[in-house]
């Protein structure tokens, strides 16, 4: 079935470092790729999104590409601060088809800390 | 402002005491799906619904029920709570999957 590997955490960084958080998916067909962010305390935001291959998702200084060559939808940012310490999932949306639910599909989530 | 609400954000209940947390969207949204996320397992959607009166099993639905007579309002009511129900529960709202998911806040539910 689908599936959505994201690179375990915690991943802490300092004040303007660079970014990356892997994420690698399995699925038939094309799905939507998403990013969400969970700050402590609160629900789930989207970050950004991409629907089709080698689209960029992008929002806040993030930055993701949808690779279909690689599977993989790596969210980056060039100069992190201390407020981006959250919680990121990465996950998809399986392609609408008959009987399909439109159920996202999720990594297990990497926690962000920026120290300043 | 566009927006899913859910309601309560927080409740303690004891084990067997029926309790339902309301989901409510304000975007005309068809579609509509609870979650549960608990640690090292992320989340995990329990039931969805694709329209009005049109709901189905998620990957979690034992113990859970789901009812969409209203389009904007999307309750999960829990018929006998049990301490494995313990967990953070969201609502989602989308109009079309691809378009990505908007998220209410949270409940988290602790059983006793």
């Known amino acids: 079935g689908n599936s959505v590997t994201q690179m375990e955490g915690p991943v802490t960084l300092s004040e303007e470092a660079f970014l990356t958080i892997n994420c690698t998916y399995t699925a038939t067909g094309y799905p939507s790729l998403f990013w969400y962010v969970q700050y402590p305390g609160e629900g789930l935001q989207l970050l950004l999104k991409?629907?089709?291959a080698d689209d960029k998702g992008s929002n806040k200084g993030f930055e993701a590409t949808y690779r279909k060559e690689t599977t993989s939808f790596h969210l980056e940012k060039g100069s992190v601060q201390v407020s981006d310490s959250a919680v990121y999932f990465c996950a998809l949306s399986e392609p609408f088809n008959a009987g399909n639910n439109r159920k996202l599909i999720w990594g297990l989530g990497t926690s962000l800390a920026v120290n300043p | 402002e566009a927006q899913v609400t859910q309601n309560p954000r927080y409740l303690i209940t004891v084990t067997g005491k029926k309790l339902t947390v309301t989901c409510s969207q304000n975007?005309?949204?068809?579609?509509m799906s609870w979650y549960r996320q608990d640690p090292g397992l992320g989340l995990r959607q329990i039931y969805y619904?694709?329209?009005?009166?049109?709901?189905d099993k998620g990957d979690v639905p034992e113990g859970y029920k789901v009812s969409r007579k209203e389009k904007r309002n999307f309750p999960l009511i829990l018929e006998s709570p049990s301490p494995n129900q313990t967990s953070l529960y969201f609502c989602a709202s989308s109009k079309e999957g691809f378009y990505g998911y908007t998220f209410g806040s949270g409940t988290r539910l602790t059983v006793v």
């Open positions: 975007m005309n949204h068809e579609y």
């Open positions: 619904s694709m329209n009005v009166e049109v709901t």
């Open positions: 991409a629907t089709k």
